[in-house]
């Protein structure tokens, strides 16, 4: 071999060594409390995604989507966040206002996909004499933690349904573990807000004694209230399989989407990264669902057309269209299953899936 060629193949495989040796690199999420179903999200993100894209992504506690949006911008580190859409979209009314801090904060992230809805639910003591969404007018609210997307989202709400902003004296910001303990406990408020997609394991791991303490307030479709809150959140279910040592029947309620977003880097080694974090999450999407939270099940791997204000990252954006374009193709070019013909299975057939009645 010929000593420049000699010199070229030292030179690469020094190259792959050091590729294969350089450690990964340490991005962090920042996501909403202990409790809620935003900090699971991101362990399966950290887990399923990041992992395999040879990224280390550490998962950090918030008050929420709120805060979310502030350590996005600001702290050293924080390159994913998960965010409520009627939060994102407040900061954007905010900067088109003329809010200076609320542009320099919301202007330069961008979206990474939507996931899924969360649901929003309305706790009171189990002897209330509420019963309904719209009857929590006047009434004391824990509307959790200054910061929390839950916080913007319980006050939106109200002033949806009522036409007017919700009194300063029947407000109290608590975290979800706080506001449970003033409901039941010295009963200072009446009613608690929590946002967390199903099953949340604030309320998945109580008791069956929860049952004799609090119970939830259901979305009435008839009432005017509840017509006017649908102009930004939307009707979903709280399945009672989810809560089963709680809940004896299905509870109407609403809904707000949640998504991932990031921050319009320039930054090549960080682009990189991100690209095969997008990679990642298109080739995994089913390990997610299969192995993540529940909520994975719901999401959809696709980049809808957005709103005003909202912009996806495009690099990220370019390989998940090119990614979810390839999937579909393959999709379209698999033979069609074969339609069995219309006769009983026999019991090997099913076994082995071969026949399905």
């Not at 030179?11 to 340490?26: G, Y």
């Not at 916080?151 to 573990?177: D, K």
Request: proline share 6%; with cysteine.
């Amino acid at each position: 071999m010929a000593l420049p060629s000699i010199a070229a193949a030292l030179i690469a495989m020094a190259v792959m060594t050091a590729a294969v040796a350089a450690p990964p690199a340490k991005y962090k999420i920042v996501t909403a409390s202990k409790t809620g179903t935003y900090i699971e999200i991101g362990r399966d993100l950290a887990t399923w995604v990041a992992e395999p894209a040879g990224l280390e992504l550490e998962v950090l506690e918030s008050k929420g989507s709120a805060e979310n949006i502030q350590r996005m911008r600001f702290e050293q580190g924080v390159k994913l966040a998960l965010v409520q859409s009627d939060v994102y979209q407040a900061f954007l009314d905010e900067a088109r206002a003329g809010n200076a801090d609320a542009g320099n904060l919301i202007q330069p992230l961008r979206l990474v996909m939507p996931l899924y809805d969360e649901e929003i639910y309305f706790v009171v003591r189990a002897d209330s004499p509420l019963n309904a969404i719209h009857q929590i007018k006047d009434q004391r609210i824990g509307v959790g933690p200054l910061g929390s997307g839950t916080a913007l989202t319980a006050r939106t709400l109200y002033q949806l349904m009522f036409g007017a902003p919700m009194p300063i004296a029947n407000r109290q910001y608590l975290s979800n573990e706080e506001a449970l303990a003033k409901l039941t406990v010295d009963k200072s408020i009446d009613v608690a807000i929590v946002v967390a997609g199903q099953p949340a394991k604030l309320f998945s791991e109580m008791k069956p004694e929860a049952r004799k303490y609090i119970k939830l307030l259901r979305l009435d479709e008839a009432a005017p209230e509840s017509a006017r809150a649908r102009k930004t959140y939307f009707p979903s279910t709280i399945r009672a399989d989810n809560y089963a040592s709680w809940l004896a029947a299905d509870v109407p309620t609403l809904t707000v989407k949640a998504y991932l977003v990031t921050y319009d880097y320039g930054m090549k080694s960080t682009v990189a990264n991100l690209v095969n974090f997008a990679d990642s999450l298109c080739a995994n999407f089913e390990l997610l669902q299969a192995k993540g939270h529940p909520k994975w099940k719901q999401v959809r791997l696709e980049l809808p057309t957005l709103g005003q204000g909202w912009r996806y990252f495009p690099p990220m954006e370019r390989r998940l269209r090119a990614c979810i374009a390839s999937r579909a193709n393959v999709a379209a070019r698999s033979p069609a299953r074969p339609v069995s013909a219309t006769r009983a299975c026999t019991e090997q057939e099913v076994v082995l899936g071969i026949c399905r009645q």
